[in-house]
C-alpha cells in the first residue's frame, strides 16, 4: 500500500486482508509497542502492526518473550491504538494465558479487545490448542494463528534454529495450519520455515500466510520494527533485512549533545527566553 493522506484513510479489516490475498497483494506488517513509533509505522501506509510479544526482548530486556504479563501486553497494546487510524492491529496472547485452559484463553482475548481496543489476537501453536482458539472465535474475536519457530517454546525446542527440515514435522505443519483455517483463524503466520513448505502452505489454505523467515512465496511478511530499524544490533539473522541503522543515528545525535552541554554550547541565546 503506499502512502495515505489523512483525508483518504479506509481501515484495513480482516475482509481486506483476505482480498488482498485473492489479487496476489502482498501484504506488509511491522510489530509496534508504543504510540509514537505506531503512529510513524500506520502514517507510513503499513497494512498490519503486531504488539508481539517480542516486547519481552526489545522493550524490557528479557531473553525470552516468555515474562511479559497479559497486562504489560494490554499496556503496549493500547498504546498502539490510540496511534492507528488505518493499520490493522493484532496482539500477541502471551504465555500461560491460552494454552491448556480454553476459558482463561477466552477471558484473555476479551479483556486485550476490551482494554486496548485492539482488532485482533494471535496465538501459537495449532492442534494442541484447538480448544482454546475455537473458545475465543465464538466470542467474534478474530484470530491470527502462528506456526513453526513459535518463541513462547523455546524451552521445548531448546533452539532457534530452522522448523519442519523433517518430513514429520513439516506434514505436521500442513496439517496444523488446516487446523487453523478450519477452526475460523483469519491468518496464519509462519516463521523460520523452509521457503518450500511456506509456499505449499499458503497454497494449501485460503486464509493469506504471512512469513518472517519463510520465503517469499507467502502472502505477506513481518519483521520486528528494532530489528529492521537496526535499534538492536545483536539480532541478525538471515532472513533480517536491516533497512536502517537507527542505533549509529542515535549514538551519533547523544554524543552530540553531550558534547554540546559539556561545552556550554547547549542552549545558545536564541534557544533561551
Known amino acids: 500500500m503506499s502512502v495515505h493522506s489523512s483525508a483518504n484513510i479506509k481501515r484495513i479489516t480482516t475482509h481486506t486482508l483476505q482480498e488482498m490475498k485473492l489479487r496476489g497483494e502482498k501484504i506488509s506488517m511491522l510489530t509496534a509497542y508504543d504510540y509514537s513509533m505506531a503512529r510513524i509505522v500506520d502514517e507510513a501506509g503499513i497494512d498490519i502492526i503486531l504488539v508481539g510479544d517480542s516486547a519481552s526482548n526489545v522493550m524490557a530486556g528479557h531473553e525470552t518473550t516468555l515474562p511479559i504479563t497479559l497486562d504489560q501486553m494490554i499496556y503496549h497494546a493500547s498504546s498502539v491504538v490510540r496511534a492507528v487510524r488505518r493499520a ?7 504465555f500461560g494465558n491460552y494454552q491448556g485452559n480454553s476459558s482463561e ?9 476490551k482494554e486496548s481496543g485492539a482488532h485482533s ?3 501459537e501453536g495449532g492442534s494442541e490448542i484447538k480448544e482454546s482458539v475455537l473458545r475465543i472465535l465464538s466470542a467474534g ?4 494463528g502462528h506456526l513453526g519457530l513459535t518463541p513462547q517454546s523455546i524451552y521445548k525446542f531448546g533452539t532457534y534454529t530452522v522448523r519442519a527440515k523433517e518430513d514429520t514435522e513439516a506434514q505436521k505443519l500442513i496439517d496444523d495450519a488446516k487446523v487453523l483455517e ?4 483469519y491468518a496464519i503466520v509462519l516463521e523460520k520455515i ?3 513448505l511456506a509456499t505449499k502452505v499458503a497454497e494449501t489454505v485460503s486464509i493469506p500466510v504471512i512469513g518472517i523467515g519463510a520465503g517469499g512465496g507467502v502472502d505477506g511478511q513481518v519483521l520486528v520494527m528494532h530489528d529492521m530499524l537496526g535499534i538492536t544490533q545483536e539480532f541478525k539473522p538471515r532472513f533480517l533485512r536491516q533497512y536502517a541503522d537507527l542505533q549509529s543515528v542515535m549514538m551519533n545525535a547523544f ?11 547547549f542552549p545558545n541565546e536564541s534557544e533561551s527566553y
Open 121 to 123: 489476537v494471535k496465538v
Open 105 to 113: 484463553a477466552l477471558r484473555s482475548a476479551i479483556r486485550i479487545m
Open 182 to 185: 478450519e477452526c475460523g483463524c
Open 141 to 144: 474475536v478474530p484470530v491470527m
Open 88 to 94: 490493522f492491529v493484532v496482539v500477541d496472547i502471551p
Open 194 to 196: 523452509p521457503a518450500a
Open 255 to 265: 554524543k552530540s549533545y553531550i558534547a554540546d552541554v559539556k561545552a556550554k554550547d
